[in-house]
């Protein structure tokens, strides 16, 4: 089995009781001497061309509930203290008949112990109904901003917003940016950021989602893949940005800045704020077909009033099949977009089966988005030997260095179970490092796999997963099966120096 440079250090046990301690400065310290011991044991090289049978790095169950399935998690630090973590993600009451509402998980301890809030408060009237998608921010004060879709059964839908003052331990009610009571347009995928440069519109909040009208898309809360229609002008049809200027208390009417037509659908879209105040959103596109057929890009100068015309950013991606051979969860190329803090580079990644099997793509632009470097691949393991790699997540710590996490199925020999697997760029996302496994053992995506349509042959996984970086510290945030019966949330406490030399 081919796996490239990869790395898989011994797992030190011995350390555990020490990094529940409450000192980020002690747990780092100690992050550091483990990674140096293992790297000094013999046999254990830096660059492993082979997988060790054991690792250092601590793994935390996050999830502590009832529900009978975990997915689509969320994941932020706070800026003004990166030992609070909130999390979030789907909590499922009926995986069989795609039952679920929308919970929180928020640490005070580096990501080491997690507390688990249980369902985001204020939904009850959508106990028939839908809470999903959601996405966390937080603003350069340490309010932290929770984004959802809410839907009522098919009469209506649209996006709220709800704050925390206090690390995730409680919540403000929620606060509707936007929502369609005729039923004729489904709002779907909202993402949230918050503008942290020292530009003029510091502390701005944004939330960008599409609206699926009835003349662009098969308005699908499911998130299968649309398929195009006619054009009907009088609803709303394409990507929508709103803004709030008072933290996250009132927001605008939204601005359409990329619309559907009969040879594109759009989904997927991804704030993010440059260091100069630049707002940049990037998305997927899809053609008439409903395949992934490239990445599009709008920006604002101006605190998010008015956009530039759509940028199609990458024209050559090839867009996943609908399921990965040897299984049965669906799949959606959307992209993860991130810029650097420290010089403003964009980079974007997503999954690309050019190749004929899943790979992860990256491109970068250093000239605000307007030119962009040919895509490389993030995973090292040998083109087309048909392992695959997907659902991957970026982001950037305050230094610049970029960091990518993925599901990755090289090694099961059958390419059907999971693994997470990390690496980071130090060039902007222009070349990628060595790749650590995380995970301890490979996962079954089947186990205890929800049913969006009430059928065995489609099951979820979720969409995506989440990851938040600072220049010490790395924490994936995933679901997986590995306790055997149910998928749950977990993460990962690791230290940067595990992925140098």
């Known amino acids: 089995m081919e796996i490239g440079p990869f790395f898989y250090p011994t797992d030190l046990l011995l350390f555990g009781p020490i990094l529940r301690l409450e000192s980020p400065t002690i747990k780092r310290i ?5 990674a140096v011991v293992v790297l000094c044991l013999p046999g254990v090289p830096a660059l492993a061309s082979g997988v060790q049978a054991t690792h250092v790095i601590p793994l935390a169950g996050v999830s502590h509930d009832d529900f009978l399935a975990h997915s689509e998690p969320a994941l932020a630090v706070n800026p003004l203290n990166h030992e609070n973590l909130l999390a979030a993600s789907k909590m499922f009451t009926d995986p069989n008949h795609y039952r679920f ?7 005070t301890d580096g990501g080491m112990t997690w507390h688990d809030n249980g369902l985001l408060p204020g939904f009850d009237q959508y106990k028939d109904g839908l809470v999903s998608d959601v996405s966390i921010a937080f603003g350069p004060g340490g309010t932290a901003y929770i984004c959802v879709v809410v839907a009522d059964g098919g009469n209506g839908s649209g996006v709220d917003v709800l704050r925390s003052s206090d690390g995730g331990k409680t919540f403000s009610a929620p606060v509707e940016v936007y929502t369609d009571t005729t039923g004729a347009v489904f709002n779907d995928k909202p993402w949230v950021a918050v503008d942290r440069s020292r530009g003029p519109n510091r502390g701005t909040i944004y939330v960008a989602w599409n609206a699926d009208g009835e003349g662009s898309a098969e308005a699908d809360p499911d998130g299968a893949r649309p398929e195009s229609r006619a054009v009907d002008s009088d609803v ?5 940005i709103a803004r709030s200027t008072d933290g996250g208390r009132t927001f605008s009417a939204p601005v359409q800045v990329a619309d559907f037509d009969v040879d594109h659908f759009y989904i997927g879209a991804i704030p993010v704020v440059a260091p100069d105040g630049t707002l940049d959103v990037a998305f997927l ?8 057929d490239g990445i599009g890009l709008v920006s604002s100068e101006d605190g998010g009033q008015t956009f530039t015309p759509v ?7 090839v867009g996943l099949p609908d399921h990965l051979p040897n299984s049965t969860f669906r799949n959606i190329s959307l992209p993860t977009f991130a810029i650097s803090p420290k010089d403003g580079a964009l980079v974007v990644a997503w999954s690309d089966y050019r190749n004929q099997d899943a790979d992860v793509m990256a491109s970068t632009s250093t000239d605000g988005g307007k030119t962009w470097t040919v895509a490389v691949r993030v995973n090292h393991d040998r083109v087309g030997n048909k392992k695959d790699q997907f659902q991957p997540v970026i982001a950037v710590a305050p230094n610049g260095v970029f960091t990518c996490a993925w599901f990755d199925r090289r090694f099961d020999p059958n390419d059907r179970l999971i693994d997470e697997v990390v690496a980071q760029s130090a060039d902007d996302g222009k070349t990628w490092g060595r790749m650590i496994r995380v995970t301890r053992r490979s996962w079954d995506p089947a186990i205890g796999a929800p049913r969006p349509e009430g059928r065995a042959s489609n099951t979820f996984i979720g969409d995506y997963q989440a990851l938040a970086v600072d220049n010490l510290t790395i924490h994936p945030l995933w679901n997986d099966t590995e306790n055997g019966k149910s998928q749950q949330i977990r993460t990962a406490t690791i230290g940067i120096d595990l992925f140098r030399r």
Request: without cysteine; hydrophobic residues 40%.
């Open 30 to 34: 100690v992050l550091f001497l483990g």
């Open 101 to 107: 509402g929308i919970g929180t998980y928020y640490s």
């Open 236 to 240: 709303a049809n394409g990507i929508e």
């Open 285 to 292: 596109s899809m053609d008439s077909g409903g395949l992934a």
């Open 311 to 317: 940028h199609v950013i990458q024209h050559s991606m």
